[in-house]
């Protein structure tokens, strides 16, 4: 069965640290792959998302993740964080082959200190 | 553009009734997925609707039930309530090929089980 695993369930960082968060996946298969942030009190918005080509993707407000295939992996990361992206981060598989649902990861509890 | 609507808000049952929540996708969105927020738990996938039909289900009971209108809006029903239900379910709707297309939250359904 399908999984993903995201490294640290919760992470505490001081402003202007740099951010990287964990995720990996089991599925042999090609994978569509995203991160989706949870701000407080707000609903699911996606941050970023990989379908395929540059390995390097860009989201919203900095963010950015890199695919290695070869470690099926899909980590995170930001230079410099900001107060404001206190969060839950949750990353995601789906499969590319239709029928398959989409599986979170347990998500990432991101504190940052001003 | 309006995005993924839920009702309620919030939903407080007893044990052993059931509760119905409702989902509006995004115009033009035509599956519809449900999960389930609980606790330290993250997201757990619930079932997915496109085009009126059940594509997949999680690994739920069967008292976990639900359907999706012409109109492409759905509904959760979940029979014979338990404490562990308590939890937030949210839905999402994205375009027809979950391949290609990510998926867009709603606020979220409070279930409240006493």
């Known amino acids: 069965a399908q999984s993903v695993s995201q490294h640290n369930h919760h992470v505490i960082l001081s402003e202007a640290a740099s951010l990287e968060l964990g995720c990996n996946y089991s599925?042999?298969?090609?994978?569509?792959l995203f991160w989706y942030v949870q701000y407080p009190g707000q609903h699911l918005q996606l941050l970023l998302k990989?379908?395929?080509?540059?390995?390097l993707v860009k989201g919203i407000k900095g963010f950015e993740a890199e695919f290695i295939k070869s470690k099926f992996s899909f980590n995170l990361r930001k230079p410099s964080v900001q107060w404001s992206d206190t969060a839950e981060y949750f990353c995601?598989?789906?499969?590319?082959?239709?029928?398959?649902?989409?599986?979170f990861g347990p998500g990432t509890r991101l504190s940052v200190l001003p | 553009e309006a995005g993924v609507t839920q009702s309620p808000t919030h939903l407080i049952k007893t044990r052993g009734q059931q509760a119905t929540l409702r989902c509006s996708p995004i115009?033009?969105?035509?599956?519809v997925y449900w999960y389930q927020q609980a606790l330290g738990l993250g997201l757990q996938f619930l079932l997915w609707?496109?085009?009126?039909?059940?594509?997949n289900r999680g690994n739920f009971p069967p008292r976990f039930s639900g359907r999706q209108f012409p109109n492409y809006s759905s509904e959760l029903n979940v029979n014979a309530l338990e404490l562990e239900d308590s939890a937030l379910y949210l839905c999402?709707?994205?375009?027809?090929?979950?391949?290609?297309?990510?998926?867009?939250f709603g606020p979220g359904t409070r279930l409240t089980v006493t």
């Open positions: 115009s033009g969105h035509t599956s």
């Open positions: 995601a598989v789906s499969p590319d082959n239709y029928g398959q649902n989409f599986v």
């Open positions: 599925y042999g298969g090609t994978v569509n």
């Open positions: 999402a709707s994205s375009e027809s090929s979950p391949r290609l297309y990510e998926q867009y």
């Open positions: 609707y496109d085009e009126g039909e059940e594509r």
């Open positions: 990989y379908f395929s080509g540059d390995p």
